[in-house]
């Protein structure tokens, strides 16, 4: 009986003990990183170096080297994926930070009756999901959609416009809903980001005579910089990866005019089911991963730099 009492009264101790709680926090991130991310990683670049078609159950059967990565550069499909990817980013990365920074110094600023109000409702498209957030807009971008009854209310003449049915518009529609569903988290790190400005660096500039671009360029925005910095690699990191909207929206067509390399991978994976489609989804999910990290620690040297 005694014993039973001095080992709950030790398990007690020990479960209460600082270092316990501590480790047990830390044992179970780790966990989670080793069987979410770095074994999917892992078994992702031992499986490019192979073929597999998704059906047999040894993975790594038939070694084939870098057959893979030989034929990537050689798909016409996958440059076609780099440069929407590329593109995709570049722009989603300049319209996001644009926006929301521009919301977030009119909010801030402007001295608007219900601020509050105001960020809720700009905040809240990144609540929903992308599902439903693609659906709507196919629909708003349909040819028979609201943007075309509307257009052909003014010009009855007029068949409307085939955003989604052409090999150019599809991507920028994709890029368009994305700014219209994200731009309100960044301006919520650029709300916050501004609370934490010297107020009287700013108004030491309106007394020195500096207009107010003048002051949010040279006061302001040199003060945000750390929140500008993870805006960007947020951003970055966010339209690299991006698929929802662009399966949902477009399906990476017509003809994949519109597909990234997310979208390609799933094409590649998902949607082929034929031999050495996994292995060669692999490779380029290796591509994809190589290009985030070298531009997310581009981003980062640049911060070190100008610190």
């Not at 700009?122 to 599902?131: A, K």
């Not at 150019?168 to 301006?187: A, D, E, R």
């Not at 005579?209 to 805006?231: D, E, F, M």
């Amino acid at each position: 009986m005694n014993s039973i009492k001095e080992n709950k009264f030790w398990l007690s101790k020990l479960l209460n003990n600082e270092n316990t709680k501590a480790y047990t926090y830390l044992g179970l991130a780790i966990i989670f990183f080793l069987v979410f991310l770095l074994y999917p990683l892992i078994f992702s670049l031992i499986l490019s170096f192979h073929e597999w078609s998704g059906f047999s159950q040894n993975p790594f059967e038939e070694f084939v080297g870098l057959s893979h990565y030989v034929k990537m550069f050689q798909d016409k499909i996958f440059y076609t994926s780099l440069k929407n990817t590329t593109m995709f980013a570049f722009v989603i990365l300049i319209g996001q930070n644009v926006v929301g920074l521009s919301l977030a110094l009119f909010l801030f600023y402007g001295k608007i009756r219900g601020s509050v109000l105001w960020r809720s409702i700009i905040f809240f498209p990144t609540l929903l999901s992308s599902v439903i957030v693609g659906l709507v807009w196919r629909r708003i971008f349909m040819g028979d959609g609201l943007l075309n009854i509307i257009w052909q209310n003014f010009h009855p003449e007029s068949e409307g416009f085939l955003y989604l049915s052409n090999r150019i518009t599809p991507i920028f529609v994709v890029m368009l809903v994305n700014i219209w569903q994200w731009s309100g988290y960044n301006m919520v790190l650029y709300y916050a980001g501004l609370q934490g400005v010297d107020n009287e660096l700013v108004e030491a500039a309106k007394i020195d005579g500096a207009t107010w671009l003048q002051t949010i360029k040279s006061v302001v925005i040199p003060q945000l910089s750390r929140t500008i910095s993870l805006c960007i690699i947020l951003n970055i990191i966010g339209s690299f990866k991006g698929f929802d909207l662009i399966y949902i929206i477009t399906g990476g067509g017509p003809d994949h005019s519109s597909e990234v390399l997310a979208s390609q991978i799933y094409y590649e994976s998902f949607s082929m089911f034929g031999p050495n489609r996994m292995g060669y989804a692999s490779a380029i999910a290796v591509v994809l991963t190589i290009i985030v990290v070298v531009f997310a620690i581009i981003r980062i040297r640049i911060d070190r730099r100008f610190e």
